[in-house]
């Protein structure tokens, strides 16, 4: 009989390191309390302006008191209170409660200010506990930050760090050489954005950046913008101005852009398959899993250097813009002098990479050949359930 596994979501995270992974495993969507709670705060946030916290805190808690009979939970960014066995895959600290995200951020982050918080500690009693079996960093970033988190309470330390993994996310490869992509390194030069949050991976600053580059140079260059401009002022602080910024702006070079609002997934990964070069620069990402798809599509990737990203991308696949980060790995973006000194380090080293290419374009084909390389070594599906299955393996003894 096949073992079960039990998700709370079907949310991107969870269908990219959880769901369907094993082909001999049963998956069953799962309901607790804290499900119900959260599906109604979420109507409320949206009917009476609640505060985004208080229904983010319901997301991320689960007790069903095995109502849902299953063999094994696995989570993402989520602890269990329950007796039934489980895992969590997480992307900066466990547990994750909103009053804790601002704790890795600024020039000198510290976890102190939580340590004699009573929910911290309970939830970290629970994460000792006998049900939950691993957490699954997504990085070494990630369990970095885990590991210095705990340090403020050496009396779950020990436990808790003998149940941490890091596993990468898997990708399935795009394509097996530069070849299948059959676009040529002749003629012009195609770049790709795919996100969003625009302003937060860099938007503005690629915009503008080629635009002096095609007028003050003469470079061949065509963008594929795939965004719906959405705003949020998590880091960058937009406006509706700044949108309508943008869109007069790729209005007024669509001969050279070309924008989608929306496409379905395999329209995106068809437009990467089709590009040279995919752009990441981001100011805010605790992975960057867009990074992965373009090297999968044989897409050498300009990334900034916060959080993971040294970890999936480097200068001998891709390019490295470094920007001001914390010993943590977050980018420094506090205040609008901090925000200037990034745009302007991105803005910089964008038009370096461009310069780059154009000076000698067979960088782009040894690039992609060595991106490629990295998902089958580094991501590969069949390792990633070869793993995982071991983990449950072990879970379940």
């Known amino acids: 009989m096949k073992k079960s596994i039990?998700?709370?979501?079907?949310?991107?995270?969870?269908?990219?390191?959880?769901?369907?992974?094993?082909?001999?495993?049963?998956?069953?969507?799962?309901?607790?309390?804290?499900?119900?709670?959260?599906?109604?705060s979420y109507i409320q946030m949206h009917l009476t302006k609640l505060k985004f916290d208080?229904?983010?805190?319901?997301?991320?808690?689960?007790?069903?008191?095995?109502?849902?009979?299953?063999?094994?939970?696995?989570?993402?960014?989520?602890?269990?209170?329950?007796?039934?066995?489980?895992?969590?895959?997480y992307e900066t600290i466990l547990p994750r409660f909103s009053f804790a995200q601002d704790c890795?951020?600024?020039?000198?982050?510290?976890?102190?200010?939580?340590?004699?918080?009573?929910?911290?500690?309970?939830?970290?009693?629970?994460?000792?506990?006998?049900?939950?079996?691993?957490?699954?960093?997504?990085?070494?970033?990630?369990?970095?930050?885990q590991r210095e988190f705990l340090k403020e309470f050496p009396e779950y330390q020990e436990k808790i760090l003998k149940k941490m993994l890091v596993m990468h996310p898997p990708q399935k490869a795009l394509i097996s050489e530069y070849?299948?992509?059959?676009?040529d390194i002749s003629g012009k030069i195609r770049f790709i954005f795919v996100g969003s949050l625009f302003f937060q991976k860099g938007g503005l600053e690629i915009i503008e950046t080629l635009k002096m580059l095609k007028e003050k140079y003469n470079y061949d260059i065509e963008l594929i913008i795939i965004s719906s401009l959405a705003i949020n002022n998590y880091v960058t602080k937009e406006s509706s101005n700044d949108i309508q910024h943008v869109r007069l702006l790729i209005l007024e070079n669509k001969d050279w852009i070309k924008y989608f609002s929306r496409l379905e997934n395999y329209e995106v990964l068809e437009w990467m398959k089709k590009s040279h070069v995919g752009l990441f620069l981001t100011y805010a990402?605790?992975?960057?899993?867009?990074?992965?798809?373009?090297?999968?599509?044989?897409?050498p990737v300009v990334s900034t250097n916060i959080r993971a990203l040294p970890?999936?991308?480097?200068?001998?696949?891709?390019?490295?813009i470094k920007i001001p980060?914390?010993?943590?790995?977050?980018?420094?973006?506090?205040?609008?002098?901090?925000?200037?000194?990034?745009?302007?380090?991105?803005?910089?080293?964008l038009e370096q990479v461009v310069h780059e290419i154009f000076s000698d374009k067979k960088i782009i084909l040894e690039k992609s050949k060595?991106?490629?390389?990295?998902?089958d070594k580094n991501h590969s599906i069949q390792n990633y359930s070869k793993k995982m299955s071991e983990i449950y393996r072990k879970a379940l003894q």
Request: glycine share 6%; charged share 25%; net charge neutral.
């Open 325 to 349: 980060k914390n010993y943590l790995g977050e980018a420094i973006y506090s205040t609008k002098e901090d925000r200037l000194i990034i745009r302007n380090l991105i803005r910089e080293g």
């Open 285 to 299: 990402d605790t992975y960057g899993y867009a990074v992965l798809e373009f090297q999968a599509a044989g897409c």
């Open 179 to 183: 070849s299948d992509k059959k676009i």
């Open 370 to 375: 060595n991106s490629i390389i990295n998902i």
């Open 104 to 145: 890795h951020h600024g020039l000198n982050p510290s976890f102190s200010s939580l340590k004699d918080n009573i929910k911290i500690k309970r939830a970290l009693e629970i994460i000792s506990a006998k049900p939950c079996k691993y957490i699954i960093a997504l990085s070494e970033c990630n369990a970095n930050m």
């Open 54 to 89: 208080t229904y983010t805190d319901f997301q991320f808690q689960f007790n069903d008191i095995n109502m849902n009979k299953v063999d094994l939970l696995h989570f993402f960014n989520t602890i269990s209170y329950g007796r039934t066995p489980w895992i969590s895959t």
């Open 6 to 40: 039990g998700f709370v979501h079907r949310y991107y995270p969870e269908s990219r390191n959880i769901i369907g992974i094993i082909d001999d495993i049963k998956y069953k969507k799962v309901w607790d309390f804290y499900s119900i709670g959260y599906a109604v």
């Open 311 to 320: 970890e999936i991308n480097s200068d001998d696949k891709g390019w490295i």
